[in-house]
């Protein structure tokens, strides 16, 4: 059988990999604390899930619109205004089967071979491979914990060339938990908009934030960062509703126009039944996903409390989102039972291995230095895998 160039050069995900490794180790009796899985642990609020349910009853089963109803784009909008402080209209609102298909549409319709989009590391797994599916490069901007794991604007001055074409802002960020304030993304919006730059915000994680934090979104930065910016968004992992595949853009009329176009080729609309559900999510009361971001937050102090009575670990603190990503690399070099560990893979099946919990290499996520943890987990969940992790490291010599 022949297969494409193209998806020879597509890698796995390693996240979605270690989540079916730990689940098929537990199907065979052994006891596995999963720390991989990307979305949250809650049960999708019931409001949300009865509507659904009367979507199905009134039969609302059939073919929407390509891009989404009119229902959830209006949804979409009043949450722009009410959170946001941003002004969209119906023909710049795109709904897909998830943000991650959102990204991709764009991919698809905005680059191609010669291009070049600029994505700050770490970041999510899918992004370099999805800009190279494009036939466009991806060009890392390396960013350190001591900086926040944040890009500065000499940053993005230095790396622009004529063949520039976006740059990408994940805040709050998968892996890192970082974020950047008001201040910060003014400060980037200045580069690129004197640059001609045009600025994808993936805001996904805009409901987990912690200490204070306050969220901003690029678009409300001035009408021509919103011109120039494409903002994605979702109800995933805020609202507890990963399975239910509902993301969206909202863009420039143009580009709007275009992605629809080609997810007429590809999906047509997303489901309609989670439609439905997603204009409870982002309409109806607010208290359920307020409540996870508060138990999100005391177990990201917990983990950090574990974590700090570790010798030779150092943790950026998360502002946002449900991971840590820890360095571990005082670690490498060090043996256990002639396992040596010497870098973030070698570290993941260490710690498979030798303390049955299963985290995700930070190198897939451009950092081979650390490991991201998802505390998506119970606290006593927490407690036990991280108990193990630290009596396993403790054990290399």
């Not at 991650?100 to 698809?108: D, E, G, I, R, V």
């Not at 980037?188 to 200490?211: C, G, M, Q």
């Not at 109806?284 to 983990?303: I, N, P």
């Amino acid at each position: 059988m022949k297969f494409s160039q193209r998806i020879q050069k597509v890698k796995p995900s390693m996240t979605l990999a270690i989540t079916a490794l730990a689940r098929e180790m537990n199907a065979r009796g052994e006891d596995v604390i999963g720390f991989g899985a990307g979305e949250p642990d809650f049960d999708t609020p019931d409001n949300i899930k009865e509507a659904a349910i009367a979507a199905i009853n009134n039969n609302d089963t059939h073919y929407t619109p390509v891009p989404g109803t009119e229902a959830i784009k209006d949804a979409i909008i009043t949450k722009f205004q009410r959170e946001n402080q941003v002004e969209y209209r119906r023909d710049q609102i795109v709904v897909s089967c998830g943000a991650k298909q959102s990204f991709y549409n764009l991919a698809q319709v905005l680059w191609e071979p010669g291009d070049e989009v600029l994505i700050p590391a770490p970041y999510w797994v899918s992004y370099p491979d999805m800009v190279g599916l494009s036939g466009a490069t991806p060009v890392i901007l390396e960013t350190k914990p001591e900086n926040g794991f944040k890009i500065t604007p000499d940053q993005v001055r230095d790396a622009i060339n004529s063949n520039t074409q976006a740059l990408l802002i994940n805040s709050p960020s998968n892996p890192t938990g970082s974020g950047y304030s008001q201040k910060e993304l003014e400060a980037l919006a200045e580069v690129a908009l004197r640059k001609n730059l045009l600025v994808i915000s993936d805001e996904i994680y805009e409901k987990i934030v912690f200490d204070g934090f306050h969220f901003t979104s690029f678009a409300s930065l001035g009408e021509e960062a919103q011109k120039n910016s494409i903002i994605i968004n979702g109800v995933s992992k805020g609202y507890a509703m990963t399975g239910w595949r509902i993301g969206y853009i909202a863009a420039p009329t143009e580009v709007a126009a275009q992605v629809t176009k080609f997810q007429g080729q590809l999906t047509s609309n997303p489901c309609s039944i989670s439609q439905a559900a997603s204009v409870e999510a982002l309409q109806g009361s607010q208290d359920a996903a307020e409540t996870m971001r508060q138990e999100f937050q005391k177990r990201r102090d917990l983990v950090m409390d574990k974590f700090a009575q570790m010798p030779g670990v150092k943790c950026f603190r998360p502002i946002g989102s449900f991971y840590i990503f820890p360095d571990f690399s005082e670690l490498y070099g060090k043996s256990h039972d002639d396992f040596k560990v010497e870098g973030s893979i070698s570290l993941a099946e260490y710690l498979l291995k030798q303390a049955k919990v299963a985290v995700v290499p930070g190198a897939p996520f451009g950092e081979d230095k650390c490991a991201r943890i998802s505390f998506a987990s119970s606290e006593e969940v927490l407690t036990k895998g991280l108990d193990r992790i630290g009596e396993a490291l403790g054990k290399l010599k």
